[in-house]
């Protein structure tokens, strides 16, 4: 089960792609004043994903200057064609601009509409074509989705939404991707419903979907018994120690799964160094789980880190044996183990020293 943000994060991708209803080709023989060429090349800006670093200046500056040339284009295009068929794919390229900018934790100008105005325009629209309508939809559930985490929105609302989005559209391409979202904001905020809506989506027509649903369900039992007896994990470190937990009750122990390329994990190593450090004589341990596919990097990392507890690593990145065991599909992935050897936390990001401070006093 993916963390709620990678799912949102990858909901949103679309914003970058700016897709069109009806794709338009750079090179279709139009006028260069026409309706259609003026929103293939707002797509082509739109499209321009020359990095998805964010923090690279260059990159950056190459996304102004880009979005600033689409502000251009799509108020030349509302001024000349404000009853042109296109409007409406226009009026989601403009609301993917501001998608855009909130990725890239750029200002919004000043006289921006707000998205889920766009979207609302375009969903009561009684000429907007179909599969504009379908982006509409997929977009105004997204970006309501941090709503319901806000407590701002109830999530029975936007699940009245999205059933009504699964109705109208039940073939569009996001769908997956929403369903996903849905369990997940199911579990977070409405997890006694959780068991009746994994039932309903295995039985959705749509085979991704009740596959998800189905991985879900093995996953979540898993899971529980995952959770019922003691972990059995036993492996010969890469610095040649020997790692076995069953030798470890008695301890509370962290297992990581991390990567060296991984950036939310690395930004986690301080807090981990420093807990393990001032707990590792009241029986804290860690035992790192390496996705990493080059050994150098890791060794590299660790020692200039001071990791110094035992690293698994067999070079298959994200195939590495025990992520694949596990069902791990998203890093770092932080579990806590009990002294009695029992997973006691799969979530152990948040207040990770707080909550290894509380198992040690049990």
Request: negative net charge; contains cysteine; charged residues 30%.
């Amino acid at each position: 089960m993916k963390p709620l943000a990678l799912i949102v994060s990858l909901a949103l991708a679309y914003s970058f792609t700016a897709r069109a209803a009806e794709k338009k080709s750079a090179e279709t023989e139009v006028s260069a004043d026409s309706a259609e060429d003026m929103a293939a090349r707002i797509e082509l800006l739109l499209n321009d994903t020359e990095s998805d670093d964010p923090d690279d200046k260059a990159v950056l500056g190459g996304w102004k200057k880009r979005l600033a040339k689409a502000d251009a284009l799509i108020a030349s295009f509302h001024k000349l064609y404000p009853s042109h068929s296109m409007r409406w794919n226009v009026l989601m390229q403009e609301a993917s601009t501001q998608e855009i900018r909130k990725e890239l934790d750029l200002p919004l100008p000043k006289d921006a509409r707000p998205t889920l105005e766009i979207y609302t325009e375009i969903l009561t629209a009684t000429d907007a074509p179909a599969s504009v309508k379908a982006q509409a939809s997929t977009a105004r559930l997204v970006a309501e989705v941090d709503m319901v985490a806000d407590k701002k929105l109830p999530l029975t609302d936007w699940e009245k939404q999205f059933s009504e989005h699964m109705k109208a559209f039940s073939d569009h391409q996001d769908n997956v991707t929403l369903a996903e979202i849905r369990l997940q904001l199911t579990q977070d905020f409405a997890a006694e419903r959780l068991p009746a809506v994994l039932e309903e989506f295995a039985k959705n027509p749509n085979a991704d979907i009740a596959l998800m649903a189905k991985d879900w369900i093995a996953s979540a039992k898993a899971m529980t018994e995952l959770k019922s007896k003691p972990l059995d994990l036993k492996f010969k470190a890469v610095d040649g120690s020997e790692v076995d937990l069953e030798k470890l009750r008695g301890k509370v122990v962290l297992i990581d799964f991390w990567a060296t390329w991984c950036g939310p994990c690395m930004a986690e190593v301080p807090n981990l160094v420093k807990t393990y450090e001032r707990l590792k004589e009241k029986g804290f341990e860690i035992i790192g789980i390496s996705l990493d596919q080059e050994a150098g990097d890791l060794k590299r990392v660790t020692k200039a880190k001071n990791m110094t507890w035992p690293q698994y690593f067999d070079g298959k990145g994200w195939q590495n044996d025990y992520a694949q065991k596990f069902s791990i599909d998203g890093i770092p992935a932080m579990w806590l183990v009990n002294k009695k050897g029992i997973v006691a936390d799969t979530d152990a990001r948040k207040g990770f020293a707080e909550k290894v401070e509380k198992l040690l006093a049990e």
